[in-house]
């Protein structure tokens, strides 16, 4: 019980962590004029990775790159770049890395399949085990024999006499 | 017993892989310009302002392009390691000086006007050069970092290896070592010089 407290106050923080995060960007945002390019602004940020900080996007981060970041993405917007073309432009300098999601293809495929793989072994692991668990069963829980059986009645009769 | 063994085989697995993730570098970020021609600029030189260079005025040379900057303090570790390099070998030491002013941290970039923070930016980087002696060919100056975005910079010091054709055929992030100079840079840059 007190886990299942602790666990969820973790949660708490953490959403409240990344609030917090989100309120500072906003700041920065709130002084641009179109709140449509904000809106984008916020939304391309948030999916792309600060090399400097690197466990934080660059919405998040406040180091001096993700800053200039920010400013180019802006800039793109102006002169009304796709998300995907600002996105490349990203990944042609600082490589897939940059991505928070980064593309299935050959070199992440671990990163992607690893988990599911895991699982799939785990429920294999799993299955077999009970499998080999209900025939270990099967095998000794055999009917009483007649010797058995009598005994059995001995003792109960010993404990419980009428 | 044997499933114990199983079971401290794995673990054995585990502690090897965290191991070998422990000696992994996490800055070292695989470059996706290596391969890939250097990016086009066209910036002032340190030494003589009037004039502009860019990677197009190297063609036909083997040059190293290292990004530096006077408030970078894993610079001045490398510095020494480019020093001793330009003493010895005849490959051009381009320099990029990286956001000199703004980059600092502690000025307060809103107040100051473009043309005195070029002014500042010039004179920081001469006299660390003065300070610390020059072992570049030549300087550029990347007063707002635009330069810098397109070399995928995020942490200098940064070294590109680029070859005659103007492809970049190594990145390096972070201080150059004399050891990093003797195994990786200088046999690459004999093999390009052949």
Same mark, same amino acid.
């Given at each position: 019980m007190k886990r299942h407290a602790l666990i969820a106050l973790f949660l708490c923080a953490s959403f409240f962590g990344t609030g917090t995060a989100f309120a500072s960007a906003a700041n920065e945002a709130a002084?641009?004029?179109?709140p449509v390019?904000?809106?984008r602004l916020q939304k391309l940020s948030e999916e792309l990775r600060c090399l400097v900080c690197q466990n934080q996007t660059i919405a998040d981060s406040n180091a001096e790159l993700a800053q200039d970041l920010r400013r180019e993405v802006r800039a793109m917007i102006k002169e009304g770049k796709s998300? !995907?073309? @600002?996105?490349?432009?990203?990944?042609?300098?600082?490589?897939?890395?940059? +991505?928070?999601?980064?593309? =299935? !293809?050959? @070199?992440?495929?671990?990163?992607?399949?690893g988990p599911v793989?895991?699982? +799939?072994?785990?429920?294999? =692991?799993?299955?077999?085990?009970?499998?080999?668990?209900t025939q270990r069963i099967n095998t000794e829980t055999q009917p009483l024999s007649a010797d058995e059986s009598s005994r059995a009645d001995a003792l109960l009769k010993e404990i419980n006499p009428k | 017993m044997n499933r114990y063994y199983?079971?401290?085989?794995?673990?054995?697995?585990?502690?090897?892989?965290?191991?070998i993730g422990l000696k992994l570098n996490p800055r070292d970020v695989p470059s996706p310009l290596v391969g890939k021609p250097a990016p086009a600029f066209n910036l002032?030189?340190?030494?003589?302002?009037?004039?502009?260079?860019?990677?197009?005025?190297?063609?036909?040379?083997?040059?190293?392009?290292n990004v530096w900057s006077s408030w970078c303090v894993s610079c001045r570790q490398e510095h020494p390691v480019l020093v001793e390099f330009s003493k010895k070998a005849d490959v051009p030491l381009v320099g990029l000086n990286y956001k000199e002013v703004r980059g600092d941290g502690n000025f307060d970039m809103s107040k100051m006007p473009a043309d005195d923070e070029k002014k500042l930016a010039f004179q920081r980087a001469n006299q660390w050069l003065a300070q610390h002696g020059n072992p570049y060919t030549l300087t550029v100056m990347d007063i707002d970092g635009r330069v810098g975005i397109d070399y995928g910079v995020y942490g200098?010091?940064?070294?590109?290896?680029?070859?005659?054709?103007?492809?970049?055929?190594?990145?390096?992030?972070?201080?150059?070592?004399?050891?990093?100079?003797?195994?990786?840079?200088?046999?690459?840059?004999?093999?390009?010089?052949?």
């Amino acid at each position: 019980m007190k886990r299942h407290a602790l666990i969820a106050l973790f949660l708490c923080a953490s959403f409240f962590g990344t609030g917090t995060a989100f309120a500072s960007a906003a700041n920065e945002a709130a002084t641009a004029a179109d709140p449509v390019a904000e809106k984008r602004l916020q939304k391309l940020s948030e999916e792309l990775r600060c090399l400097v900080c690197q466990n934080q996007t660059i919405a998040d981060s406040n180091a001096e790159l993700a800053q200039d970041l920010r400013r180019e993405v802006r800039a793109m917007i102006k002169e009304g770049k796709s998300d !995907k073309e @600002i996105v490349d432009f990203m990944v042609v300098r600082y490589g897939d890395f940059v +991505l928070y999601r980064p593309p =299935v !293809k050959g @070199i992440t495929l671990l990163l992607w399949g690893g988990p599911v793989g895991l699982m +799939l072994l785990g429920l294999f =692991v799993l299955q077999r085990y009970l499998r080999r668990r209900t025939q270990r069963i099967n095998t000794e829980t055999q009917p009483l024999s007649a010797d058995e059986s009598s005994r059995a009645d001995a003792l109960l009769k010993e404990i419980n006499p009428k | 017993m044997n499933r114990y063994y199983w079971v401290l085989g794995a673990f054995a697995a585990l502690v090897a892989l965290l191991a070998i993730g422990l000696k992994l570098n996490p800055r070292d970020v695989p470059s996706p310009l290596v391969g890939k021609p250097a990016p086009a600029f066209n910036l002032h030189v340190l030494a003589t302002p009037e004039k502009m260079v860019g990677p197009q005025d190297m063609q036909g040379k083997v040059w190293l392009f290292n990004v530096w900057s006077s408030w970078c303090v894993s610079c001045r570790q490398e510095h020494p390691v480019l020093v001793e390099f330009s003493k010895k070998a005849d490959v051009p030491l381009v320099g990029l000086n990286y956001k000199e002013v703004r980059g600092d941290g502690n000025f307060d970039m809103s107040k100051m006007p473009a043309d005195d923070e070029k002014k500042l930016a010039f004179q920081r980087a001469n006299q660390w050069l003065a300070q610390h002696g020059n072992p570049y060919t030549l300087t550029v100056m990347d007063i707002d970092g635009r330069v810098g975005i397109d070399y995928g910079v995020y942490g200098v010091p940064e070294t590109y290896v680029i070859d005659k054709a103007g492809i970049i055929r190594m990145k390096h992030t972070g201080p150059i070592t004399p050891q990093d100079l003797s195994k990786k840079i200088l046999p690459l840059l004999a093999e390009l010089n052949k």
